[in-house]
């Protein structure tokens, strides 16, 4: 690891949580103190501690055993580091009173995008992505989605073994706000008769003929629908909840809006589960442990080389480094060819 003397960098987890982001948090402190090449202080509460001066110190101790923790010790938020007192000149004096001379954020294509715009006017950040929806470009794989997958995939099969003693159509549905990521892993684990993503519009009549299918050859027939997906008839997903703190619709309910109308179609006793925030609760898996430590030890290094503006990404098995506009170009959606991979087993 380069010596660079010592960097003082605060680091902020920002968006919704994902299992690893404290993985993340322990991998660059304790490099960096390993290493004598940097120490930390966090922001509590994601932007917001960053705009309203809320700090907690960050050293070996505080991140002793935190690995194996879900959620994240230093809090997060959806505050807009733009608005109320926020702002660069804000930032910029936070991090000089507090001889703070780099920020390392976590987060989502929402909180890269702030980050973006802050390096834009001169801030030094580094990113380290952050979703459990897989959904952000130039990185094969984000930390916490493993262990989402791994979530949905456990409840599914206890989904079944309900459904096979009832001869019921189960439908499970899981998070995945643009993209489907969760439901093809999940649903293709535990051998679902029906996975619906937000990347195909389907006809409720294609989805009655898959399940009527499976219950014709003695299965109870297992439906995976992510929360973003769409009826072909419908012009945006369901969302029945208000909006959240950005403004965004509060998606979910499509599965249990899907349940009765099987019912009806098909006449086949049908019941919903949503699973929701239990996909990104508890412990991480240990691929998303290693995945998010190595992110957070590559992401200290990019901050000590000044490559302000780059987030780390895992590609193949390496970590690289990439510009925050690459990696906010493009949502990472499932290719058309894995669908139609998985397709294939329906019905
Ligand atoms: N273009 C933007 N400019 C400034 N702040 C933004 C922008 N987009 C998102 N944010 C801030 O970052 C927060 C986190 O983004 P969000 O999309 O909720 O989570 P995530 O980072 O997990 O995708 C948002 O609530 C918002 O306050
Ligand atoms: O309930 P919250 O915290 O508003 O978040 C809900 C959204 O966050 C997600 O869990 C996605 O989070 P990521 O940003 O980690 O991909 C979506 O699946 C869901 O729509
Ligand atoms: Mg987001």
């Excluded at 804000?90 to 702030?114: C, F, Q, S, W, Y």
Aim: charged share 20%; with cysteine; glycine share 14%.
């Amino acid at each position: 690891m380069q010596q660079n003397g010592d960097m003082r960098i605060g680091i902020l987890t920002s968006g919704g949580d994902a299992p690893g982001l404290n993985a993340v948090i322990r991998g660059a402190v304790l490099t960096g103190s390993q290493t004598g090449t940097a120490d930390f202080v966090g922001f509590r509460d994601g932007w917001r501690g960053l705009v309203e001066e809320d700090l907690l110190p960050l050293g070996r101790h505080e991140v002793k055993g935190i690995s194996k923790q879900g959620g994240t010790i230093i809090g997060t938020s959806r505050t807009n580091p733009f608005e109320g007192i926020g702002g660069v000149d804000r930032v910029n004096e936070v991090m000089k009173r507090n001889g703070i001379d780099a920020i390392m954020a976590i987060g989502g294509e929402g909180t890269l995008a702030a980050a973006k715009r802050l390096t834009d006017a001169g801030v030094p950040i580094v990113g380290v992505p952050k979703t459990v929806d897989n959904d952000l470009g130039a990185t094969d794989y984000s930390f916490g989605f493993d262990t989402a997958v791994g979530i949905a995939t456990d409840a599914m099969d206890r989904l079944r073994t309900t459904g096979d003693s009832h001869g019921r159509c189960m439908v499970a549905e899981v998070m995945g706000r643009h993209v489907g990521w969760i439901a093809l892993h999940s649903g293709m684990a535990a051998g679902a008769h029906v996975i619906l993503i937000p990347e195909r519009k389907t006809s409720f009549a294609q989805i009655t003929e898959w399940v009527t299918s499976a219950k014709d050859r003695g299965r109870a027939p297992l439906v995976v629908v992510a929360e973003g997906f769409a009826l072909d008839n419908m012009s945006d997903a369901h969302s029945e909840r208000g909006l959240d703190t950005f403004g965004r619709p509060r998606l979910g309910g499509i599965g249990e809006m899907i349940a009765p109308m099987i019912e009806d179609a098909t006449g086949i006793e049908t019941r919903a589960t949503t699973l929701g925030h239990i996909q990104r609760g508890g412990t991480p898996s240990a691929f998303d442990r290693v995945l998010a430590t190595r992110l957070g030890m590559a992401a200290l290094q990019c901050a000590l080389d000044e490559n302000w503006g780059h987030m780390v990404a895992l590609q193949r098995t390496n970590i690289v480094s990439v510009p925050f506009a690459e990696a906010l170009g493009k949502l990472n959606t499932v290719p058309d060819d894995r669908y139609d991979e998985a397709r294939v087993l329906f019905g």
